[in-house]
């Protein structure tokens, strides 16, 4: 196996880090490539007010995530589980011992790679893997690269790449610092990274939260979801908005309320009714073993208790998993935009997208048929409100306006 080891501070991860991480896994045609941020650099004092090295771990693993190669990138706690400073040989030697056999590349910018030699033990961390270099401005001289490669061969017998990066981001995370501190820079961080930044208020990032504009609630959301699941809020939204338009609904409520509907959905069962014990949440017997069902009624909470969004907004939230009878134009938008949006792909799906514009009170209808028969089949309890939601549409009058 071929092991790429990139190590920082990242303090925190940007799109230069991501940009270089994803060349290097293609070049070096590696098995794996491991973020590994350190709990106290050697080289560099942290700034003072720098975040902890939970939240500088935390960051990287959304950044790592946005990459969306899951099994390909992954990140180590192994520095910041470490007490101590973080020295590279020391790390390698415990990589070593956990993987005899692997060829490890060790990663690392211009600056870095040009000061090689005087870090700590330079011999063993060239004896245990390669050094894998790569500019991180247009203005680095390639021929200074080539010439420490040269010399780090002959003075260490090291294995040496340097790589020709198509797309250099020139960033680095002291400017980007300086940047977000003024508002600005968010165009060099994963989305969801910069919505973390938002959430902790690092980096002289203050926001208020319950009044966030969209860009930052999007940032928000995403960075408290898995990166596969982005693509779906973000089609909920637009499909979202789009009804909005379509029966005259608030566009701007559809929007935000789908932008946060699935804000709770990677918590733990243990997390999600902790939500529920502190936002006062009475569960039936289905809901407390069905952690599926949770998260719209504890996302709700959040989004309304952090986010401050209006009680129509809430209960657009709470209901968009399973519906309810009496529905509100806002609820019905939010649970069809979430069943029918443009990445949903299942049998069925085109003739609720079509009705959704006709006749939404038939689409609902339509959902709520669909999983109740899905539930069916595959031999699961079905929510006794999806059932009174369906019987409810169903004695309403035929293509009346919702
Ligand atoms: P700082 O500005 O705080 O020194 P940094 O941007 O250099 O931070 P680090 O976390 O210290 O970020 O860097 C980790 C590794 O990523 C180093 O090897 C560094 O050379 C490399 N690196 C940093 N920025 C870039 C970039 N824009 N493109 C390619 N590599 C980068």
Known sequence: MKLGIYGGTFNPPHLGHLAAARFALEALELDELRFVPAAAPPHKALPAGSPGPAERLAMTQ??????????????????IARPGKSYTADTLRQLRRQYPDARLWLLMGTDM???????????????????????????????????????????????TRVLRLPHVVEVSSTQLRALLAKGEGQDCLAPAVYGYIIRRGLYGVHWDLKH??????????????????????????????????????????????AILHDCTKYLTMEEQLQLCAKYGIVLDDLERQAVKLLHAKTGACVARDVYG????????????????????LLEKILYIADYMEPTRDFPGVERLRKLAYEDLDAAVCLGCEMSIEEMHQRGLPVHPNTVKARDWLRSRPIGKEP
């Open 113 to 159: 790679f040009l000061t090689l030699h005087q870090w700590r033990e330079p011999e063993v961390i060239t004896a245990l893997a390669g050094v894998c270099t790569f500019a991180r401005a247009a203005s680095d001289s390639l021929a200074a690269l080539d010439a420490q490669a040269a010399r780090l061969e002959k003075d260490f017998g090291a294995a």
């Open 309 to 328: 969004v209006s009680d129509d907004m809430y209960s657009a939230i709470f209901w968009h998993t399973t519906a309810r009878a009496d529905m509100t």
């Open 62 to 79: 959304l950044a790592a995530d946005s990459l969306l190669l899951p099994g390909q990138v992954d990140v180590s706690d192994m520095e």
């Open 212 to 257: 966030l504009p969209d860009r930052e609630l999007r940032a928000c959301s995403y960075s408290m979801i898995r990166a596969k699941r982005i693509a779906h809020v973000q089609g909920t939204e637009e499909e979202a908005a789009r009804l909005a338009r379509r029966w005259g609904a608030d566009e701007e409520k559809a929007r935000r309320s």
